[in-house]
Nanobody, 121 residues
Framework: VQLVESGGGMVQPGGSLRLSCAAS????????MSWVRQAPGKGPERVSS????????YYADSVKGRFTISRDNAKNTLYLQMNSLKPEDTAQYYC???????????????WGQGTQVTVSS
């Protein structure tokens, strides 16, 4: 299983970024997927999840209305569109296989290496 994130970077407050996650080594179209973030000194936080067909999504309250998760099963790729970014969104963002990738603060299942998102003026 390989999950490779891209699209992170530094952006000013109010800006936008689009993260991508290229998946391989498993049947992507049969797997629920998630985005998880971890800020320095904090535990991992499930940001968003999406079911296999893309019809059901979950968002943390902290990002609801600003972030949009999507997937392209033909391209084996997961996306996270992040708008109206805030300094508190600064974190390492990870793509993870499964709908519940964090249990009691512990990683569950397959995770990518992450991509850094920094929101600062």
């Amino acid at each position: 299983v390989q999950l490779v994130e891209s699209g992170g970077g530094m952006v000013q407050p109010g800006g936008s970024l689009r993260l991508s996650c290229a998946a391989s080594g498993f049947t992507f179209s049969s797997s629920d997927m998630s985005w998880v973030r971890q800020a320095p000194g904090k535990g991992p936080e499930r940001v968003s999840s999406i079911n296999t067909g893309g019809s059901t999504t979950y968002y943390a309250d902290s990002v609801k209305g600003r972030f949009t998760i999507s997937r392209d099963n033909a391209k084996n790729t997961l996306y996270l569109q992040m708008n109206s970014l805030k300094p508190e969104d600064t974190a390492q963002y990870y793509c993870a296989r499964g709908r519940i990738p964090v249990v009691a603060g512990k990683r569950i299942g397959n995770w990518g290496q992450g991509t850094q998102v920094t929101v600062s003026s």
